[in-house]
């Protein structure tokens, strides 16, 4: 493993951790992959981000869409779609696109889940129940890490990309509803101040709390007993999808050769950094306390490296 390790190291040493802004966690660990596969996933991740911004930004300066804004919004995310799906290559702004999607095999049905992800965010400010909020991670979050983890699992024969030899969608799961469950715990302050909600009502009611509560917690940092009860049944989910993420890498681990292996320790132990500053009782849940600096994850991704042994390293 002696050279292997100075080639990860080498890789590791090449990253510019400040210069990763979208996907940050997904495209450090694909600097370990293969530059071609590393070159779709930028390729996959900035068109998804282009739909994704589109209607969070408008969120963010808006209280609402207005019905003609729907129809208008909807309509450019299906276009984006129907592109994907006709292959209309002489649309030279997705022509990248469809190559990558070509060329590595990759199926639509991410596509497809993430612009079902998007419609619902138009037409809605949020979520009735936690139940509701999973089914639309299934596209705003499993579609982007399938991305991940079919570049993981291709095979190469012949100068030809073969389909991974597990189920893409069912190896995802777990991984991206972990690290969306951490995700929105740590950007709750940002998403606030963005008029965006990702806790659901039946939780938030639960626990004495509604949505214009979140906003003022926000704003002053004054912690209530009731949202502690929230971050905690949100903190034990993300646990148990944390366990599920566990298993499933054991899993498809024999699939995967190494630099994709490391890969996937990588990512998972970005957001478990994440993760173990979470403290439902004694927290701020400011956006300091629960943001890694670009030092602090350089130094997580440098000792994920250094412990990569060829086995599975978490649990």
């Known amino acids: 493993m002696g050279s292997q390790h100075e080639e990860y190291l080498e890789l590791f040493n090449q990253i510019n951790f400040e210069r990763i802004k979208d996907h940050p966690n997904i495209l450090i660990a694909a600097n370990f992959w293969d530059n071609d596969r590393y070159e779709a996933a ?31 919004f909807t309509g450019s995310v299906q276009q984006w779609l129907e592109v994907v799906r006709n292959e209309a290559k002489e649309n030279s702004l997705y022509q990248e696109l469809l190559e990558t999607i070509e060329g590595f095999r990759i199926p639509l049905w991410p596509l ?3 612009a079902k992800s998007m419609v619902y965010d138009i037409h809605h400010d ?13 596209g705003a979050s499993v579609a982007p890490a399938s991305i991940f983890v079919h570049l993981c699992g291709i095979r190469r024969d012949n100068g030809q990309y073969l389909q991974p030899l597990f189920d893409v969608r ?30 659901a009502d039946d939780i938030l009611e639960k626990n004495g709390l509604h949505r214009k509560d979140l906003r003022r917690i926000a704003e002053t940092g004054d912690i209530p007993g009731g949202f502690r009860m929230v971050i905690k049944e949100y903190h034990a989910l993300a646990e148990q999808y944390r366990q599920k993420t566990c298993d499933m890498i054991e899993t498809i681990w024999p699939h995967l050769g190494p630099r994709y292996q490391l890969s996937l320790e990588v990512v998972f132990n970005l957001y478990l950094m994440v993760f173990e500053r979470i403290h439902p009782e004694t ?5 300091e306390e629960l943001n890694p600096t670009t030092a602090e994850m350089r130094s997580r991704v440098l000792e994920t490296v250094q412990n990569f042994n060829g086995k599975p390293g978490i649990r």
């Open 42 to 72: 930028r390729t996959f991740y900035r068109f998804m981000r282009t739909i994704d911004d589109l209607i969070d930004n408008h969120k963010s300066s808006h209280l609402g869409f207005s019905e003609d804004e729907k129809q208008q």
């Open 170 to 199: 069912e190896a995802a799961i777990p991984c991206a509803v972990f690290s969306y469950l951490v995700h929105i715990i740590r950007d709750f302050q940002k998403d606030q101040f963005n008029n965006l909600n990702y806790f």
């Open 112 to 114: 497809e889940a993430f």
């Open 126 to 138: 949020g979520f009735s129940t936690v139940q509701q909020f999973l089914e639309y991670a299934g």
């Open 283 to 287: 927290g701020s849940f400011s956006k």
